[in-house]
């Protein structure tokens, strides 16, 4: 591992030194696989797990070696790590630098043999990719090991653990053929979600309402060749439920009692069916009742110690009429684990390394937290205004790149925050434009009585125009615009006359009225939202911001004791104590 120094003499002559830049140490070392080049579905979220790691290694003694190739982390700044190697995150790449690093491969007889531990669970399923070419090749990975990694992720076996546990989830099966897929759709009754095995980000995933949707799904997403090794998964979708999930640490296959402990239970906004990396999520959960929330709590324990997790473990679970379904378990680091931190004032993923380094729960003081007195929003962040004139519902399969939060003591102002945080304000006074489907319709009263109740001129179309008049709420009828008539919602877009857009899709496509609506929203810069419970939640937020003086209170103000001066530095009177 060499830099190249290029020398330029006084007579123009040019040499060239190559100087080994690489430092061996006899400290044993760990080596954090971080997430590489950020993509849709994964993103920086799991960078803070990679940092988090570094950081537990100083603290444990070990010397910490990064191998990351994205310059826009944190993970790969100078500070961050005692190596740093900007490689690409390949098989062979990797196991040359461990091979480097031990001063020679296994069939050097007095090597050092200085990594003692590769952590592949904290940057997302890149490096999860390589874990067993590396247990191949005789790296010691630390932390929950392959066979509950591979347990998780086989349907077959993951079935039969949670009927083991007597835990529901939605009925489902594996489709190896066409002919699978709608044998299995037509017994568990549409509509469907279906999605190939072994993805990240819920890539080509989607929701089938009907068989015809089905197959084009399987004949136009899905490679036929390849359903043998990686089938497809088709699962009952389960309309009107409330999406949840649920981080955890837990320390088993370590001596003494061994325990699980619950870092938080974030509770999303959007039904289920809209990809988790996508959705807004509460802490603390906001419509859940207490023994509802401890059966949650409960059920994520006993997979931790089934899968025998020694570090972090994520579960998407949904409820419905009172019910609680499994809907996915992840023994490794969720894009979750940077939010539940800020949101309770503990860094779990720093606290799961040190697990996976061999640090017992109890050694480290760690319990669950109480609720911390103050709501947390995770908002998340779209690149729609990098593609214009692409559609941009939301769905199944994720298009975030990225998450912001806000936090106060109103839920109704942290949601704000948080709409603020992605430079999309709400607006409070102006004009809004309101279409829904169908499904729709009764629940958006509300939302429009809401909005006109503050002032705000409501234009619709004749379906939801007619039916906000039949409950006593006036609003302004606009033609659609496949009736011809001028000026359309285009042009009134074009003319900076809306201020908010609410559209909850009933066909997708760039070529279809609606998707030009929301890709002229997206390309005027004119806040949108696609789903009802986004609506149902932005009115609250400009009920909020309309009803007097806010302020920004520091992440330090709620947990003082982030607030520690570093060394040699005086600490404020108010933190002295902590």
């Given at each position: 591992y060499e830099s190249v120094i290029t020398q330029v003499a006084e007579d123009g002559s040019t040499s060239t030194h190559r100087d080994d830049e690489i430092r061996i140490t006899d400290r044993p070392k760990i080596v954090i696989l971080g997430g590489g080049p950020n993509r849709v579905g994964q993103g920086i979220e799991f960078d803070y797990c990679c940092c988090q790691a570094s950081f537990a290694c100083e603290e444990m003694g070990f010397e910490s070696v990064m191998i990351n190739s994205n310059p826009e982390t944190v993970s790969t700044d100078f500070d961050t790590s005692d190596l740093?190697?900007?490689?690409?995150?390949?098989?062979?790449?990797?196991?040359?630098?461990?091979?480097?690093?031990?001063?020679?491969?296994?069939?050097?007889?007095?090597?050092?043999?200085?990594?003692?531990?590769?952590?592949?669970?904290?940057?997302?399923?890149?490096?999860?990719?390589?874990?067993?070419?590396?247990?191949?090749?005789?790296?010691?990975?630390?932390?929950?090991?392959?066979?509950?990694?591979?347990?998780?992720?086989?349907?077959?076996?993951?079935?039969?653990?949670?009927?083991e546990l007597e835990l529901r989830q939605p009925e489902n099966g594996i489709a190896y053929s066409l002919d699978d897929a709608v044998e299995i759709a037509d017994r568990i009754g549409y509509p469907v979600l279906v999605r190939p095995s072994y993805?990240?980000?819920?890539?080509?995933?989607?929701?089938?309402?009907?068989?015809?949707?089905?197959?084009?799904?399987?004949?136009?997403?899905?490679?036929?060749?390849?359903?043998?090794?990686?089938?497809?998964?088709?699962?009952?979708?389960?309309?009107?439920?409330?999406?949840?999930?649920?981080?955890?640490?837990?320390?088993?296959?370590?001596?003494?009692?061994?325990?699980?402990?619950?870092c938080g239970v974030m509770e999303h906004i959007e039904e289920?069916?809209?990809?988790?990396?996508?959705s807004t999520c509460i802490v603390p959960p906001y419509s859940l009742s207490?023994?509802?929330?401890?059966?949650?709590?409960?059920?994520?324990?006993?997979?931790?110690?089934?899968?025998?997790?020694?570090?972090?473990?994520?579960?998407?679970?949904?409820?419905?009429?009172d019910e609680i379904y499994i809907i996915e378990v992840n023994p490794r680091a969720s894009r979750t684990a940077p939010f539940i931190s800020k949101a309770t004032g503990v860094s779990w993923a720093r606290v799961a390394a040190k697990v996976m380094m061999g640090a017992p729960l109890g050694s480290l003081d760690v319990s669950e937290v109480p609720a911390p007195g103050f709501c947390s929003v995770k908002r998340s962040v779209f690149p729609f205004s990098k593609f214009p004139g692409v559609d941009v519902v939301l769905g199944p399969e994720m298009r975030s790149t990225g998450e912001v939060m806000g936090?106060?003591?109103?839920?109704?102002?942290?949601?704000?925050?948080?709409?603020?945080?992605?430079?999309?304000?709400?607006?409070?006074?102006?004009?809004?434009?309101?279409?829904?489907?169908?499904?729709?319709?009764q629940a958006v009263v509300e939302?429009?009585?809401?909005?006109?109740?503050?002032?705000?001129?409501?234009?619709?179309?004749?379906?939801?125009?007619?039916?906000?008049?039949?409950?006593?709420?006036?609003?302004?009828?606009?033609?659609?615009?496949?009736?011809?008539?001028?000026?359309?919602?285009?042009?009134?877009?074009?003319?900076?006359?809306?201020?908010?857009?609410?559209?909850?899709?009933?066909?997708?496509?760039?070529?279809?009225?609606?998707?030009?609506?929301?890709?002229?929203?997206?390309?005027?810069?004119?806040?949108?939202?696609?789903?009802?419970?986004?609506?149902?939640a932005a009115v609250q937020g400009i009920s909020a911001l309309?009803?007097?003086?806010?302020?920004?209170?520091?992440?330090?103000?709620?947990?003082?004791?982030?607030?520690?001066?570093?060394?040699?530095?005086?600490?404020?009177?108010?933190?002295?104590?902590?």
């Amino acid at each position: 591992y060499e830099s190249v120094i290029t020398q330029v003499a006084e007579d123009g002559s040019t040499s060239t030194h190559r100087d080994d830049e690489i430092r061996i140490t006899d400290r044993p070392k760990i080596v954090i696989l971080g997430g590489g080049p950020n993509r849709v579905g994964q993103g920086i979220e799991f960078d803070y797990c990679c940092c988090q790691a570094s950081f537990a290694c100083e603290e444990m003694g070990f010397e910490s070696v990064m191998i990351n190739s994205n310059p826009e982390t944190v993970s790969t700044d100078f500070d961050t790590s005692d190596l740093l190697f900007f490689e690409p995150l390949t098989l062979e790449d990797v196991l040359d630098i461990v091979e480097r690093l031990n001063g020679g491969g296994a069939e050097v007889p007095n090597r050092s043999g200085g990594v003692v531990g590769c952590i592949v669970q904290f940057g997302g399923q890149t490096p999860l990719n390589l874990a067993h070419g590396l247990v191949e090749a005789g790296v010691p990975l630390i932390g929950t090991g392959l066979d509950a990694i591979d347990l998780a992720e086989d349907r077959d076996r993951f079935k039969a653990m949670l009927d083991e546990l007597e835990l529901r989830q939605p009925e489902n099966g594996i489709a190896y053929s066409l002919d699978d897929a709608v044998e299995i759709a037509d017994r568990i009754g549409y509509p469907v979600l279906v999605r190939p095995s072994y993805v990240l980000g819920g890539r080509g995933m989607e929701t089938c309402f009907d068989e015809d949707s089905l197959r084009r799904y399987m004949s136009e997403a899905v490679d036929a060749s390849e359903l043998s090794d990686a089938p497809v998964l088709i699962d009952r979708f389960l309309s009107e439920a409330i999406e949840i999930d649920v981080d955890v640490v837990a320390d088993y296959g370590l001596e003494g009692d061994s325990r699980a402990v619950v870092c938080g239970v974030m509770e999303h906004i959007e039904e289920a069916g809209i990809h988790s990396g996508d959705s807004t999520c509460i802490v603390p959960p906001y419509s859940l009742s207490r023994p509802t929330i401890e059966r949650i709590r409960d059920q994520a324990r006993r997979l931790a110690e089934r899968l025998s997790v020694r570090g972090l473990m994520n579960v998407q679970m949904a409820v419905k009429d009172d019910e609680i379904y499994i809907i996915e378990v992840n023994p490794r680091a969720s894009r979750t684990a940077p939010f539940i931190s800020k949101a309770t004032g503990v860094s779990w993923a720093r606290v799961a390394a040190k697990v996976m380094m061999g640090a017992p729960l109890g050694s480290l003081d760690v319990s669950e937290v109480p609720a911390p007195g103050f709501c947390s929003v995770k908002r998340s962040v779209f690149p729609f205004s990098k593609f214009p004139g692409v559609d941009v519902v939301l769905g199944p399969e994720m298009r975030s790149t990225g998450e912001v939060m806000g936090a106060d003591r109103s839920l109704a102002m942290a949601l704000a925050k948080a709409q603020m945080s992605c430079n999309h304000d709400l607006p409070v006074e102006g004009s809004v434009f309101l279409s829904v489907r169908d499904s729709d319709k009764q629940a958006v009263v509300e939302v429009a009585r809401g909005l006109v109740s503050m002032g705000f001129t409501v234009f619709t179309t004749g379906g939801t125009h007619a039916l906000l008049a039949d409950h006593s709420v006036e609003t302004s009828l606009m033609a659609k615009i496949s009736e011809g008539a001028r000026p359309n919602i285009l042009d009134k877009i074009a003319n900076g006359e809306i201020d908010l857009l609410v559209n909850t899709p009933t066909r997708k496509g760039a070529d279809t009225d609606e998707g030009r609506i929301r890709a002229a929203a997206v390309r005027h810069g004119i806040t949108l939202i696609t789903t009802l419970a986004g609506a149902r939640a932005a009115v609250q937020g400009i009920s909020a911001l309309r009803s007097g003086s806010w302020g920004v209170t520091a992440l330090q103000d709620y947990f003082p004791h982030h607030a520690d001066p570093a060394p040699g530095l005086t600490a404020p009177p108010q933190m002295a104590t902590h």
